[in-house]
């Protein structure tokens, strides 16, 4: 039975590994439906690809290639050359796809590069803001207060104390067509997203935030709802940048958002920042920075920037 609208054909097969309440596992779930079958996917080293092949299963229903660490991008640009000699590019759909490790800090020179060069492709992380599989260590995508094992909260740490990488937009001052942000917590819209940058000739990008119970010290059957919540307070919104031009997808206004508490008290990572106290120096800085970020946003997109 078709669900909101997607694709019946599974690609992603079920009886994977993955911990109960993955939304990197929905993540990887809706990219396959969003790519289909005429789709070849690089993926390197991460949550994903150590539950999903164990030999002599696979859960991978589509041609898949696993690649080191650092280089899903750099595969991708080799098989789009080979494409284009072959006088196919137009035929198959180039996707990689990588965790907010790989992609924020340990791939980013190859991707960097393969967006320099323009290669027809689309590269998308799934974020679930740490390095999960070796044991929740911090990456660039960790938001601010999160504890991790790399940045544990104390005595004298709230967690991590730099602000989320922005690297949408970074890759976006890249020259990209088409970047966005989208969220595991609204499933039509990151399918619509993942399939436009699909569809969109040049290098495109998608970053889908995917919640880790694990890793989130979150319950497994919250995930979609603390994904939706990510949106809805502003910590993590909805948007997209067409040929450098901001669209808002939600929240609309600031007028509209939920107090960020909402999203932070749901989660093990950042219950420092409420016992033994309510740490309000550090929630109020969460809360500015949300609303300056959102505002900044919106006038982007005003001014047709
Ligand atoms: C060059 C290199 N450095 C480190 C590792 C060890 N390693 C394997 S998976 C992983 C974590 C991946 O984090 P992320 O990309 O965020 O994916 P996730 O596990 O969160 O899904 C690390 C550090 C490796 N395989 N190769
Ligand atoms: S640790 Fe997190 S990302 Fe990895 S399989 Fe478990 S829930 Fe999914
Ligand atoms: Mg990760």
Request: proline share 5%; with cysteine.
């Amino acid at each position: 039975m078709a669900i909101l609208g997607l694709p019946e054909e599974e690609y992603f097969a079920c009886g994977h590994r993955a911990c109960a309440g993955c939304g990197a596992a929905i993540a990887i779930r809706l990219i396959t439906k969003a790519a289909g079958r005429n789709s070849i996917l690089i993926e390197p080293t991460g949550c994903i690809e150590v539950v999903s092949t164990p030999y002599p299963e696979t859960a991978w229903r589509l041609p898949w290639i696993h690649g080191a660490f650092e280089n899903p991008a750099s595969i991708a640009s080799g098989i789009c050359a080979a494409l284009k000699a072959m006088g196919k590019e137009n035929e198959i759909n180039v996707v990689a796809f990588g965790g907010d490790g790989s992609t924020y800090d340990i791939g980013f020179g190859h991707i960097s590069g393969a967006f320099e060069r323009g290669h027809n492709f689309t590269f998308i992380c799934y974020d679930n803001e740490a390095y999960m599989n070796t044991g929740i260590q911090r990456s660039g995508a960790t938001p601010y207060g999160a504890a991790t094992t790399t940045s544990p909260a104390g005595k004298i740490s709230i967690g991590k104390e730099i602000w989320k990488k922005n690297l949408v937009q970074i890759l976006a001052d890249h020259g990209s067509p088409y970047v966005a942000t989208a969220s595991i917590g609204y499933l039509t819209d990151a399918y619509r997203k993942i399939k436009r940058a699909i569809e969109t000739k040049g290098p495109t990008f998608v970053n889908l935030l995917a919640t880790c119970p694990t890793g989130w010290r979150s319950p497994t059957e919250k995930s979609i709802e603390i994904a939706r919540l990510a949106v809805e307070t502003g910590i993590y919104p909805l948007y997209e940048i067409i040929e450098g031009r901001h669209v808002i997808n939600r929240p609309k206004d600031v007028s509209d958002l939920k107090p960020v508490e909402d999203y932070l008290k749901m989660q093990g990572r950042f219950r420092h920042l409420f016992r033994p106290e309510k740490n309000e120096k550090a929630i109020n800085f969460i809360r500015e920075r949300v609303k300056s970020n959102l505002e900044l946003l919106i006038e982007r997109a005003q001014k047709n920037l």
